[in-house]
């Protein structure tokens, strides 16, 4: 979940913890608003994962446990 104050190009892409890019969940312009996207996991194994957020000057990263 996350608020864009206004329209731009969002880039949300989840690393592994060796620092590979396995998955770009959205690359594109987004409005302003509140959001909510789902990363769908069923292709990986349980483990932990970084999401990062890029949004024209803001960057954002997090890390997510993916337990199945």
Do not use: C
């Not at 409005?31 to 194994?45: E, F, K, L, M, R």
């Amino acid at each position: 979940n996350f608020t864009i104050p206004k329209e731009g190009h969002l880039k949300l892409l989840v690393y592994d913890l060796q620092g590979r890019v396995i998955d770009s969940i959205y690359d594109g312009v987004i409005n302003p608003g509140y959001h909510t996207i789902s990363w769908d996991g069923t292709d990986y194994s349980s483990g932990v994962y970084i999401i990062h957020m890029i949004a024209d000057k803001f960057s954002s990263t997090q890390k997510v446990m993916l337990i199945k």
